[in-house]
């Protein structure tokens, strides 16, 4: 079976993107001290976390699986290949990163995880299941925030607790511990249009670990950011993510950025996208996103990467 999306499909995220996150407040966030730096109470409650998510429904299953996934875009009634035979499996919690060259197929991925692209062969399940549509269990993150102009930071934080009828002093007390984690102490009456483009992206991302999704799929979330604000955001959000026992796949093109974030890399080829490299980053948990880039382990890790990555970028271009 062939299948092509009609239209951008950026704006069908985005539209699914609001319906997912009114549908997929599943609870009211438990609480983790904001700005703690204490590695045995971040590691405590990440061991928690991960074990509550294990436990919770998927008895064992992956997180996520590919299976023999390939896929075809028709347009002007050719079909062209752009994800060949991609299979893995991922566990709960953990933090996996994609790279590959500029469209190879790393959104196209990340559509099909989301639900949002059903594959032309093979299968993809979340939890378990089959995956149909976009569920209530993910958060997806885009480079471009999505907030909304008329709402003030706090109220776009809010969005996903107050559809799902959390009480308001529950929602606040969330959204204050996400503006203090995120370095946003202070500007949550303020609106989009009054915010750096740090601070909207930093409020989009407080918004989406507020209702402490499953699965959160980032496509290059930290992008559009300065390479100063970028490294901010980084550590902020690990650190806020390293409780959560969030399962995150994350594309990027910012190898250091692959590197110091997750738990596992995965290189793909210039299109169609297969997996070339899937390699475990071997810096420990928790991380200080600050200094992990400097050390023998991510110079190897880098230079790895790297080294399956570059012909397929002078490939892709080519
Ligand atoms: N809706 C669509 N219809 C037809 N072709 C599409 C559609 N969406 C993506 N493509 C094509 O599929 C290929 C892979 O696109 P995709 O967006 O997955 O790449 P990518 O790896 O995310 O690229 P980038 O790094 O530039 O974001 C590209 O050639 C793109 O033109
Ligand atoms: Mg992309």
Known sequence: MLTTIPGPCYAQLNERLVASIEESVTAVSSPISPGTHDSLDVAAKRLRALSAAHSSGSQGKPAIRLDGVTHYFVSQNQAARVVDDISFEMPAGQFLAIVGPSGC??????????????????????????????????????????LLPWRTAQANIEMGLEVRDVPRASRRVTAERLLNALSLRGLGELYPSQ??????QRVALARTLAYEPAFLLMDEPFAALDAQTRLMVQAEFIRVWEGTGTSVVFVTHDLEEAVVLADRVMVFSARPARILLDIMVPLTRPRSVESARYGEEFDRTHREIWRHLRDEVVRASA
């Open 105 to 146: 197929g790393k959104t196209t991925v990340l559509n099909m995880i989301a639900g949002l692209v059903s594959p032309s062969v093979g299968h993809v399940w979340r939890n378990g299941s089959p995956v149909a549509e976009t569920g209530r269990d993910i958060g997806y993150m885009l480079a471009r925030d999505s």
């Open 195 to 200: 915010l750096s483009q740090g601070m909207r």
